[in-house]
T-cell receptor, first 111, second 112 residues
Framework: GEDVEQSLFLSVREGDSSVINCTYTDSSSTYLYWYKQEPGAGLQLLTYIFSNMDMKQDQRLTVLLNKKDKHLSLRIADTQTGDSAIYFC???????????FGRGTSLIVHP | NAGVTQTPKFQVLKTGQSMTLQCAQD?????MYWYRQDPGMGLRLIYYSASEGTTDKGEVPNGYNVSRLNKREFSLRLESAAPSQTSVYFC???????????FGQGTRLTVV
C-alpha cells in the first residue's frame, strides 16, 4: 500500500531557509501536496505539484520533486516565526479519490 | 464564503454515549472525507464519500458510521463512544478525485 514518510521535527533560526523532506512509495502518484496546519486550526493547502514536474516556485516556497527517488521537498526561504506550524506532505495516486498523508513535520522557528 | 464548516468545535463524552459530528461545505464539491488526527499518527481516513449517495470505508472505520445527507453535508456518528476515539476529527471536501482537499477547523473530542 501507499506510504508517505516525513521527519517529525525541524528547528531553524528566523531568516534561515527551511527544508522539509518527504518520501513516498507509490509510483503511480499523480499529485503531491504540501499542507500547513497552524495550532488549533485545520489543514490549509500551501502548494502542490503535478508528478510530471520537477520544481514549482511560489514566492518564498519552492517544491522539488525527484520522481525517480520518490522524494519531495518543501523549501521555505527567509523563514519567519509565523511559519511555525506542522507541515503535511500528501500524495494522490492515479484514479484514487483519497490522498495519503504523512505524519507531519513540526517546524519550530527560533528568533 | 464559509468553505467547510464543522460542528461542534469541542465535545466531551462519557464512554458509551453517542453523538454525531456535523460537516457542511458550500463549495459544491462532490467528494467529502472524515479524518482523525492523533499525535504522531498524522491523518487517518475514517470514511469518505466520493459523490452524493455513496460512502466507503477508509483506513480506520471501526466504531463509526457516516451519512452523506445531500451534496453539502456529510456526518460522522459514534454509536457508543470509547476512550480510544479521543481525537481531533477533520472533515474535508474536494471537487472530485485529483483535486486538493479543503479542510474544516476540526472537532476536538474527548471520551472519558
Amino acid at each position: 500500500g501507499e506510504d508517505v514518510e516525513q521527519s517529525l521535527f525541524l528547528s531553524v533560526r528566523e531568516g534561515d531557509s527551511s527544508v522539509i523532506n518527504c518520501t513516498y512509495t507509490d509510483s503511480s502518484s499523480t499529485y503531491l501536496y504540501w499542507y500547513k496546519q497552524e495550532p488549533g486550526a485545520g489543514l490549509q493547502l500551501l502548494t502542490y505539484i503535478f508528478s510530471n514536474m520537477d520544481m514549482k516556485q511560489d514566492q518564498r516556497l519552492t517544491v522539488l520533486l525527484n520522481k525517480k527517488d520518490k522524494h519531495l521537498s518543501l523549501r521555505i526561504a527567509d523563514t519567519q516565526t509565523g511559519d511555525s506550524a506542522i507541515y503535511f506532505c500528501a500524495e494522490l495516486s492515479g484514479g484514487s479519490y483519497i490522498p495519503t498523508f504523512g505524519r507531519g513535520t513540526s517546524l519550530i522557528v527560533h528568533p | 464564503n464559509a468553505g467547510v464548516t464543522q460542528t461542534p468545535k469541542f465535545q466531551v463524552l462519557k464512554t458509551g454515549q453517542s453523538m454525531t459530528l456535523q460537516c457542511a461545505q458550500d463549495m459544491n464539491h462532490n467528494s467529502m472525507y472524515w479524518y482523525r488526527q492523533d499525535p504522531g499518527m498524522g491523518l487517518r481516513l475514517i470514511y469518505y464519500s466520493a459523490s452524493e449517495g455513496t460512502t466507503d470505508k477508509g483506513e480506520v472505520p471501526n466504531g463509526y458510521n457516516v451519512s452523506r445527507l445531500n451534496k453539502r453535508e456529510f456526518s460522522l456518528r459514534l454509536e457508543s463512544a470509547a476512550p480510544s476515539q479521543t481525537s481531533v476529527y477533520f472533515c474535508a471536501s474536494s471537487v472530485d478525485s485529483n483535486t486538493e482537499a479543503f479542510f474544516g477547523q476540526g472537532t476536538r473530542l474527548t471520551v472519558v
